[in-house]
């Protein structure tokens, strides 16, 4: 029986790296499959979050995935923290996995940067929490982008040695979906570095609240080169700011990568930035607005949010007591 489970931070603004790289593809597995949908609260403040902020991001994250079509009568919407399942799980977690499986993380090492000493313990234990979040639910299927692809490693080896060390089939191994087009959408200032939440500049992403102007304005200042657009996809290799813009026309456009450049080949970057904002903002457009009605009064949000933790909670709460008992606590 397939189960797909996915979850997004609500640090920070959603932007396009989010959407294309995870949202979109939730809302088209949502027609097949049984689908639960997470705000990680609970991962965000591995991080210091201001709580006022905290607080209205996980219903704007929430509105955004409404807004970009995932539908709360289809799937099971909620965030994480009004799930008590999730901690739990994660406690027996961190007595499974091994402090050299998490030293190899990189996202850890990316976040915590220099000063390790200073991250907290939080963020060190984060991927443990993130196999709970799949592995109380059972899950089969993680659609994410390209860069949760070690964490799920994690989880997959983390599944795998509970099953071992209490000789037990029971957490299946779950799969990593990433969809191979803009799994990895860039910055739009630096071609090798992802577009991210984190990122100083403004200008290196679209956020999905961005009015048409903003994201007009944005794809036009988009970094590219002094050359025309490439003849061939082997053409984009060197030029990782090009490949990334291609890429996301492809993506936006739901078409294969090589019939965009195909269309554009060997034409002016004023032309094709000019039609690659055009597309965004009819895609983006209606989803910002849409974000923002729900946001004006959460009341719907709310309600999505609260009736989705009670449906993940009946889920997750028997696999957690299962789990105990498998351990030995006495209930
Ligand atoms: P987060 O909140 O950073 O990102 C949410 C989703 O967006 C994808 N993504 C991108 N895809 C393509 N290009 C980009 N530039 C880009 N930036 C972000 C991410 O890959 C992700 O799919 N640890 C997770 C959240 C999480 C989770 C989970 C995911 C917690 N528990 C359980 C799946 C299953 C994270 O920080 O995602």
Aim: proline share 5%; net charge negative; charged share 25%.
């Amino acid at each position: 029986n397939n189960l797909i489970f996915s979850g997004i931070q609500p640090t920070g603004n959603l932007h396009l790296g989010n959407y294309l790289g995870a949202i979109r593809n939730w809302v088209k597995l949502q027609n097949d499959f049984e689908c639960i949908f997470c705000v990680v609260d609970m991962h965000a403040i591995t991080i210091p979050q201001d709580p006022a902020v905290l607080h209205a991001s996980i219903r704007e994250v929430a509105a955004g995935m409404i807004a970009s079509g995932v539908d709360p009568q289809k799937n099971i919407l909620f965030n994480q923290s009004r799930v008590p399942a999730h901690a739990e799980l994660a406690w027996v977690l961190n007595c499974i996995a091994r402090i050299g499986w998490l030293n190899r993380m990189t996202q850890f090492k990316d976040k915590a940067g220099k000063n390790r000493d200073n991250a907290t313990v939080g963020l060190y234990v984060y991927p443990n929490l993130m196999a709970a979040d799949i592995l109380t639910y059972k899950a089969t299927h993680v659609p994410v982008g390209d860069d949760q692809k070690q964490h799920l490693e994690l989880a997959r080896d983390i599944a795998q040695a509970f099953n071992s060390q209490f000789g037990v089939d029971f957490f299946p191994l779950p799969e990593p979906q990433i969809f191979a087009t803009a799994a990895r959408v860039m910055s739009l200032r630096d071609g090798t570095k992802k577009m991210s939440k984190s990122d100083a500049s403004d200008q290196s992403r679209i956020n999905l609240t961005d009015g048409p102007d903003e994201i007009a304005q944005k794809l036009k200042r988009a970094k590219t080169d002094p050359l025309p657009l490439p003849e061939s996809a082997e053409d984009m290799k060197e030029r990782p700011e090009v490949a990334n813009l291609i890429g996301i026309y492809a993506a936006l456009s739901d078409r294969e990568i090589g019939d965009v450049v195909t269309e554009f080949a060997g034409k002016g970057f004023a032309e094709f930035k000019g039609r690659l904002a055009d597309l965004a903002v009819s895609v983006l457009g209606p989803i910002g607005t849409e974000m923002q009605r729900l946001t004006k009064d959460p009341g719907y949000v709310d309600q999505v949010l609260r009736e989705g933790g009670e449906k993940a909670n009946a889920i997750a709460a028997p696999v957690v007591d299962q789990v105990h008992d498998i351990v030995g606590f006495l209930r």
